[in-house]
Nanobody, 124 residues
Framework: QVRLVESGGGLVQAGNSLRLSCAAS????????MGWFRQAPGKEREFVAA????????YYADSVKGRFTISRDNAKKTVYLQMDSLRSEDTAVYYC?????????????????WGKGAQVTVSS
């Protein structure tokens, strides 16, 4: 059973940075894709960033491209989301997710396992 635990959320002022972590366990991650999604109040869950654990490419939503960076520590099975130049519109609950195939999809329904989420609040 895959388990994902997010950490690192909090309250930050606009323009500042925050780093989220997602500790993964219980799966054969070398053949999986991993992604970050977010959901703001009253809005649908949306794609933020993703990568295929066995590949080198990363993918970003246009709204975060150039400001957010997804990375990983293979030994720790941990995925990070470095968020720079934060804006008030980045306020949301951020979720780590696993797709049990290596190809990347942007739709949340393509991801099978989810963490419980981490709240990120950006004050203006």
């Amino acid at each position: 059973q895959v388990r994902l635990v997010e950490s690192g959320g909090g309250l930050v002022q606009a323009g500042n940075s925050l780093r989220l972590s997602c500790a993964a366990s219980g799966g054969s991650f070398s053949s999986y894709a991993m992604g970050w999604f977010r959901q703001a109040p009253g809005k649908e869950r949306e794609f933020v960033a993703a990568f295929s654990w066995g590949g080198g490419n990363t993918y970003y939503a246009d709204s975060v491209k150039g400001r957010f960076t997804i990375s990983r520590d293979n030994a720790k099975k941990t995925v990070y989301l470095q968020m720079d130049s934060l804006r008030s519109e980045d306020t949301a609950v951020y979720y780590c997710a696993v797709r049990t195939y290596s190809d990347i999809y942007y739709a949340a329904l393509e991801y099978r396992y989810w963490g419980k989420g981490a709240q990120v609040t950006v004050s203006s």
